[in-house]
């Protein structure tokens, strides 16, 4: 089992739709939480870090779940931009980081 | 202020040659990584350094080696390149925003194909 996975997609939905991610670690021992985009053939760019209480920035939303070892990504009024892959991230101990392979979300318009 | 920058961006070599990948920052970021990218892996891990002088071994670090002689450049070298090490080289720094925030800024990626 890998150690961090990621709903496989592809997402297509249209535009103002409402999508979500999800993201599943094994590391119980996890620190730090984040979500990455990726454009097609560029650099991964971070999109939001993730904490405990959740946390919102514009039409994104980021949830963590200790318990149940997973965090999640709400992208509400989906633009055409924000077609790309979407990383999510997790830190362990030391400067450990491990990513999952990513969702890839098209918005249709 | 260019960020992360990565030389060079392609490269094809052939199986048994060397190389060394190259990683500048200028932000002055404490800590520096090394990762490659494969098609439905995700970004994997090869090597990663906290500051000038240590590195510290990743998910993948077999058949690369890293040195951080400066703050700002982190190397990768392949000693003798094999066909599994045909990937998408990204290098990132990084510095603690917050206890729990770390924000990672990659550089564009190398393309390397071993024949």
């Known amino acids: 089992r890998k150690e961090v996975e990621q709903d496989p997609g592809p997402f297509n939905v249209p535009e103002g739709a409402t999508v979500a991610f999800n993201c599943t670690y094994s590391n119980s021992a996890s620190q730090s939480f984040f979500w990455y985009r990726q454009d097609c053939r560029k650099e991964p760019k971070l999109l939001m870090s993730?904490?405990?209480s959740g946390n919102e920035d514009g039409r994104f939303t980021a949830q963590l779940n200790r318990a149940s070892q997973y965090i999640s990504l709400l992208i509400r009024d989906s633009k055409l931009s924000d077609s790309a892959t979407y990383l999510c991230?997790?830190?362990?101990?030391?400067?450990?980081?491990?990513f999952g392979p990513g969702t890839r979300l098209s918005v249709l318009p | 202020n260019a960020g992360v920058t990565q030389t060079p961006k392609f490269r094809v070599l052939k199986t048994g040659q060397s190389m060394t990948l190259l990683c500048a920052q200028d932000?002055?970021?404490?800590?520096m990584y090394w990762y490659r990218q494969d098609p439905g892996m995700g970004l994997r891990l090869i090597h990663y350094?906290?500051?000038?002088?240590?590195?510290a071994k990743g998910e993948v670090p077999d058949g690369y080696n890293v040195s951080r002689l400066k703050k700002q450049n982190f190397l990768l070298g392949l000693e003798s390149a094999a066909p599994s090490q045909t990937s998408v080289y990204f290098c990132a720094s990084s510095d603690q925003r917050t206890s729990d925030s770390y924000e990672q800024y990659f550089g564009p990626g190398t393309r390397l194909t071993v024949t």
């Open positions: 932000m002055n970021h404490e800590y």
């Open positions: 350094s906290v500051g000038e002088g240590t590195t």
């Open positions: 993730v904490y405990s």
């Open positions: 991230a997790v830190k362990y101990y030391g400067q450990n980081f491990v």
